[in-house]
């Protein structure tokens, strides 16, 4: 280490660089920020989790997991090795990174990386095995085994990295150089040198092609191997169970990643919302006001039931108890309703803006906007607590399965072994009118609006009542659309599998996408944003 430090003091004569990093206005960096933060963030959340869930789960406690548990801990250290450095110079604005630090974050971008490539292959192998000799894997794939293929990537891609840092620390740079990317890649520090780097070069393209190609050609062998075994197989479904076998590794935790992303996106992005209109003072008007009520409505309507999937997807257990499906019953029924009903509430907000401007504060005054969103959300207690409450008077038979990925009402009672043509009757009836009522009310209000509007035609006009509205329709048609075709227009032959995606459209998707409809069409939002942003990047802040 001293070694490492003397030549780096004699081959140098400067003792920082300065980051490009991403080009973009302050406001675009701020905003850059948001974003790369809930990515980092749910990055770490959702290899943490997967950590968690491998260490705490004994039937998990196998080298495949074994090995998806170490990638899990690689790519985390490989997202915090760039990241966090970003992260901190958006926020400061300064673009500066020591020599060492450079070094440093060069040596880990390198390990990390390397042992990423070298992982995917030992978990290649490890399928291979699995497939191709089922009744020796637990004697090839060993605990001792294990281990030794562990310590030898790490120790390869230590050799590998170290490698290129020494090289690096042997060249000399005159000036203060600009490296053209957010961290230092050892391409674009080459390029600043003033040294000879052939030998570097030279390295760089006969390890790195090493380190590329060897394990690259290792994975397509093995999955060459398990494809030529698994056409071999001829009893009935051991082509598909063979294929099941190797598929997580093939996508390695994507449903899981995908739908933590869209949890912590609707979550963080809800309550970005929530906090951009409780600090902006010129949010704090009927429409914004309402606009905070489906935000908090937007989380509660994903946590009923993402975290119960994601849960059951890491543990393999697909179970959930009486109390716990009931209550998610009520709760879907409850959020799904007042949903409906805001969005109905904001229609009206809209209509007496466009149609009525003059008298817009005198009818929407506090008193009736607190009035209208506390029967919005008693009528929806009351419409949950009715068929939650009839639904317990049903009994089920032990063992039932219910083909969906939460308890949703129609296919609970589908499971029921009791009469239930009382609960379909109030469905009918009473689903019927939560779903027209509101959105007969929301086409009225802007059948109205364009009535208005076209009474006059004028392209500023028009351009000012889709800016006010357009956010809402889109909402609104995303919104009843999917549920319409879950509840009213169910389809035939797959059916049950085009309504699960249509319930993750309108229970799943539509909350991820209010803030981003209604922060980037809108620009009251988007300057509640730039400044809010601004404000956190001021330094002093506290």
């Known amino acids: 280490l001293e070694n490492l430090t003397d030549v780096m003091e004699n081959q140098t004569s400067i003792s920082e660089f300065f980051l490009r990093g991403i080009p973009g206005s302050p406001e675009q960096q701020q905003l850059f920020f948001g974003i790369f933060l809930c990515m980092y963030l749910v990055t770490l959340t959702g290899n943490v989790l997967i950590i968690l869930a491998i260490s705490s789960d004994p039937h998990l406690h196998t080298p495949k997991y074994f090995f998806l548990a170490n990638l899990s801990y690689v790519d985390m250290g490989l997202t915090s090795s760039t ?46 095995v699995a497939i191709c000799r089922p009744l020796h894997y637990c004697t090839v794939m060993s605990l001792r085994v294990c281990s030794l293929l562990l310590a030898l990537c790490w120790i390869l891609t230590h050799i590998v990295a170290l490698t290129h840092t020494l090289l690096m620390a042997r060249l000399s740079f005159c000036v203060v150089g600009e490296i053209a990317h957010f961290f230092c890649d050892i391409i674009p520090v080459l390029k600043l040198s003033c040294s000879d780097t052939r030998i570097n070069e030279l390295m760089v393209f006969a390890l790195g092609g090493t380190v590329l190609m060897v394990p690259f050609i290792c994975i397509v062998i093995s999955y060459i191997h398990i494809v030529s075994a698994v056409l071999r197989v001829r009893t009935p479904g051991g082509g598909s169970k063979a294929f099941s076998t190797c598929s997580s590794h093939l996508c390695v935790g994507v449903f899981f990643a995908l739908f933590l992303g869209v949890y912590l996106t609707t979550v963080l992005g809800n309550l970005l919302i929530l906090l951009l209109i409780r600090l902006d003072p010129r949010l704090h008007t009927p429409m914004y006001f309402f606009l905070s009520h489906l935000a908090l409505t937007d989380i509660s309507f994903s946590s009923v039931t993402l975290p119960k999937m994601l849960m059951n997807m890491q543990t393999r257990c697909q179970a959930i108890t009486y109390a716990g499906c009931i209550s998610q019953v009520y709760c879907f029924i409850f959020f799904g309703c007042l949903d409906s009903f805001l969005l109905a509430v904001m229609a009206y907000d809209r209509y007496v803006a466009v149609c009525h401007p003059l008298h817009y504060t005198a009818i929407m005054r506090d008193e009736l906007c607190v009035i209208l969103v506390a029967g919005c959300w008693l009528a929806a207690c009351a419409q949950a607590l009715l068929h939650t409450l009839l639904v317990d008077q049903l009994t089920f038979c032990a063992g039932t399965v219910i083909p969906h990925f939460f308890c949703d009402l129609a296919v609970v009672l589908k499971s029921s072994c009791s009469d239930t043509s009382l609960n379909e009757l109030l469905i009918l009836t009473e689903g019927g009118l939560i779903f027209t009522l509101p959105l007969g009310g929301i086409l009225g209000s802007y059948i109205r609006m364009a009535a208005i509007i076209l009474k006059v035609p004028s392209f500023t006009r028009i351009f000012k009542a889709l800016s006010t509205c357009g956010s809402h329709l889109f909402i609104v048609f995303l919104y009843y659309g999917t549920i319409a075709g879950v509840y ?15 319930s993750l459209m309108y229970m799943v998707v539509t909350p991820m996408l209010n803030p981003f409809i209604y922060s980037l069409r809108n620009k009251d939002m988007k300057h509640a944003l730039q400044k809010f942003f601004r404000t956190v990047g001021t330094p002093g802040y506290r």
């Open 488 to 502: 009213y227009f169910p389809s035939s032959g797959n059916s049950k599998v085009k309504d699960i995606v249509a």
């Open 83 to 128: 990241v966090t450095k970003m992260l901190v110079n958006i926020q400061t604005q300064l673009h500066t990174i020591s020599y060492v630090g450079c070094l440093t974050q060069m040596y880990f971008f390198l390990m990390f990386g390397d042992l990423d490539s070298f992982f995917l292959a030992v978990m290649a192998y490890d399928r291979y």
